[in-house]
């Protein structure tokens, strides 16, 4: 059985692979030619591989490490929980994410990667060994800021006891240099050990950023010709925030600073008005549409119908797993398709369910730019295919394969994933990863982290309460505005 996903159908076929690519989908039993290999796929669902557009590699060693955080807290305690990793340490967590991407049927990712405290070649030749080492395709950005969550907030700083103020001011950066120079260094000569191993850039949050950095950023972008991705309107204090500091909304900000185009990619995009979605649509920006990590995070519910109405190209993330816990992307897809039922109160504008297995990968490959050779089972296309196992319950019996793949798939069902017509997870087993070693490899490396990063941790623990009551004081006026 072979999914169409811009029809949102399947049907028996044959499927022709020629070196990396599907030469041929044809009526069953006319294929092969003589001499091909032969799978026999018959009790087997294919599917594109899925495209994970928004995920971050070095929070891939993070689960289980907050509860009730808002965005504001996350970002917070993000220090503690990736600093002082090794370049051994950085290929280890993106082995374990890879893996663990390329089980639940991920063939293609990108990857907003951070280094503290800053990015470096190795750090991003370690995470690109970790993909190739898996086989899955990725595009790595080296994620950077110039401006600390205290210092994007106004009034968080203000609202810290002056011996925590003063520590604060120790978090702020010499300037966007140093940055910029380690990107430019990176991107120089970048190589990978495979081809499918590409590069972009992420300046973190606009507000994050300095309007100069931002620039220079787009400008390294440009003359590297790189895509770039960013944070865009996540949480509803950033809304604010911006109206603060630029009189403006991001997007009209952004806008003004001549940086949205079709290389650009925002993620989340909660918060954002009618007019902010069309000149988002006008100047071709595309959108990583994180379901799961909003509700996970309490952002908010984005306005997925209203972006696909524009013809925004809408791919979906898993975000990383200190805000999503897991990498599963058919959880992410069903989560996109199941919020947008309660966002939309007419019930003919929610998600269907095609459109949203159509946006977990050709829409993907459009974010990419890749949608001539991604996101299809068609002659041409890469052959990147998922097989899912017909005999798993969620299957049984098999009424609609699409709404079965959207609303029952959990991953358990993925048998085979195929990168390029090679195997990469063979009967629910990623090749050639020992997952039992992994696991004790990270404990050890978690060990040496906690006790390390101890003293960052107890940090964030006496600042949680002062930047919980700042984010209470400030969520549900900024809310009512918006929403007014």
């Known amino acids: 059985m072979v999914v169409n996903v811009d029809q949102g159908t399947s049907r028996r076929a044959d499927v022709l692979i020629a070196q990396d690519r599907i030469e041929a989908v044809a009526a069953p039993d006319t294929l092969p030619p003589e001499g091909c290999e032969v799978l026999d796929m018959s009790e087997r669902l294919l599917i594109p591989g899925l495209i994970n557009v928004h995920t971050h590699g070095h929070g891939f060693f993070n689960k289980g490490l907050g509860d009730r955080w808002p965005l504001e807290l996350l970002l917070a305690a993000g220090a ?24 639940k049927g991920t063939t293609t ?34 994620m950077v800021s110039d401006i600390t969550l205290y210092d994007a907030l106004p009034g968080l700083a203000h609202g810290l006891p002056p011996k925590m103020r003063a520590a604060v001011e120790g978090f702020r950066t010499a300037g966007y240099g140093a940055a910029l120079e380690a990107c430019r260094e990176i991107l120089k000569d970048w190589s990978s050990t495979a081809d499918d191993i590409q590069v972009a850039l992420a300046p973190a949050i606009p507000l994050h950023c300095s309007d100069a950095f931002l620039v220079e950023l787009d400008r390294l972008a440009r003359e590297f010709h790189l895509g770039i991705h960013t944070h865009l ?12 500091r630029y009189g403006a909304s991001l ?15 925002v993620a989340h995009a909660v918060w954002l008005s009618e007019g902010d979605l069309t000149m988002l649509a006008d100047r071709g920006v595309s959108i990583a549409h994180n379901a799961g990590s909003n509700l996970r995070l309490g952002a908010g519910i984005a306005r997925a119908r209203d972006m696909l109405d524009r013809g925004i190209a809408v791919g979906i993330g898993t975000d990383t797993c200190s805000c999503s816990d897991h990498l599963n992307m058919f959880e992410a897809i069903r989560c996109a398709c199941s919020v947008s039922r309660v966002r939309e109160r007419d019930h003919g504008r929610w998600l269907t369910a095609r459109e949203a297995l159509f946006a977990g990968t050709v829409g993907g490959a459009r974010v990419l730019g890749r949608d001539h050779e991604l996101g299809r089972i068609a002659p041409g296309y890469l052959a990147d295919i998922v097989s899912l196992d017909l005999n798993r319950p969620q299957y049984i019996p098999l009424n609609d394969a699409v709404l079965q793949i959207v609303f029952a798939e959990d991953g358990t069902g993925v048998d085979r994933v195929m990168v390029g017509g090679r195997d990469i997870v063979r009967d629910g087993r990623v090749i050639g990863i020992d997952l039992r070693q992994l696991r004790e490899r990270a404990s050890e490396t978690q060990a040496r982290l906690k006790a390390a990063n101890e003293p960052l941790r107890q940090f964030f623990l006496r600042a949680e309460p002062h930047i919980s009551a700042f984010y209470r004081s400030q969520v549900t006026g900024a809310a009512n505005s918006l929403e007014g």
């Open 80 to 103: 503690w929980m990736s600093s002082g990793r090794t370049t051994q340490d950085k290929e280890l967590v993106g082995l374990l994410g890879a893996a663990e991407l390329a089980a």
């Open 251 to 265: 997007v009209e900000h952004l806008e003004k600073l001549r940086l949205l185009d079709r290389r650009f990619t």
């Open 233 to 244: 309107a996540e949480s509803s204090l950033q809304v604010s925030a911006a109206r603060l």
């Open 109 to 142: 990712c990108y990857d907003l990667f951070l280094e503290l405290p800053l990015p470096t070649r190795d750090g991003m030749g370690a995470l690109a060994s970790a993909y190739s080492k898996v086989g899955i395709r990725a595009v790595i950005a080296p």
